[in-house]
């Protein structure tokens, strides 16, 4: 699910979870053991990357249906887990937006340090609410935190995704490339920060990030903490059969 190479210094951890990189139970599973390991490790800093032309499609929507509510539950902790990993990581993380990049994978990449996305015909953002989801209160603040609060609202409320050069203007990513670049700038920020004195870098982020990782500190851990009465709702759950079928017939 995570394919892992060392570049110097530099952990890439590159989601590989065909045929989009749909987030379901394993693949996160394998992405915080990934992160904690790392932690551990000799890595000086972290690439996310995904494959050309996408980097995660979000959720797995045809597999989270299947599941009642203590499995929803489960995964809904699994998944603030990730985030909680990521927004409290001691090392450096860029991420490689090589694609397409909707609701979860843009969540994943919210959390990290520096953004790099692909030029080209890609979306990002957070457009739950367009297949009848509810994002909730700790994801929005995430956004709000990147972008602003009036964007944050707009973004949110419609869930509209973003063009790269939207996303670039809007502050939601630091730096456009080439999509054959992306992953090869990611890594050339994450060499050049990870060359700054360790001591001097980990205490300013850790001042830096204290609020995001603030923001991500108890999410899930109540079990009313979570999207999960919002998912079983009757409407919730026929927006997004409906949108199973829509995919069924691409």
């Known amino acids: 699910m995570i394919e892992t190479r060392m570049i110097g210094n530099v952990l890439e951890l590159r989601l590989a979870r065909p045929p989009v990189n749909a987030l379901n139970d394993a693949l996160l599973i394998a992405l915080l053991e990934a992160l904690r390991a790392a932690a551990d490790g000799p890595a ?71 953004r790099v996305m692909a030029r080209g015909p890609y979306g990002i953002g957070l457009n739950e609410v367009a297949v009848g989801l509810y994002p909730g209160p700790v994801i929005h603040a995430v956004l709000r935190r990147l972008v602003g609060p009036r964007r944050a609202e707009l973004l949110l409320s419609t869930g509209r995704l973003m063009t790269p050069e939207e996303a670039l203007a809007f502050g939601f990513v630091d730096e456009l490339a080439p999509e054959a670049e992306v992953v090869e700038r990611a890594v050339g920020w994450a060499e050049q920060t990870a060359r700054l004195p360790p001591l001097a870098l980990a205490r300013t982020r850790a001042m830096a990030r204290a609020d995001l990782v603030e923001l991500v500190r108890d999410a899930g851990r109540d079990e009313h903490d979570t999207p999960g009465e919002h998912w079983f709702h009757p409407q919730t759950q026929a927006s997004l059969k409906a949108l199973v079928e829509r995919l069924k017939k691409k």
Request: glycine share 10%.
């Open 44 to 114: 000086r800093a972290i690439v996310l990357c995904g494959r050309p032309g996408l980097f995660s499609a979000g959720l797995d929507i045809p597999e989270l249906l299947r599941k009642d509510r203590a499995g929803m539950l489960a995964f809904w902790r699994l998944f603030f887990d990730v985030q909680r990993q990521l927004a409290a990581s001691p090392v450096p993380v860029a991420a490689a937006i090589t694609g397409h990049s909707p609701a979860g994978g843009a969540v994943l990449a919210m959390y990290c340090d520096y």
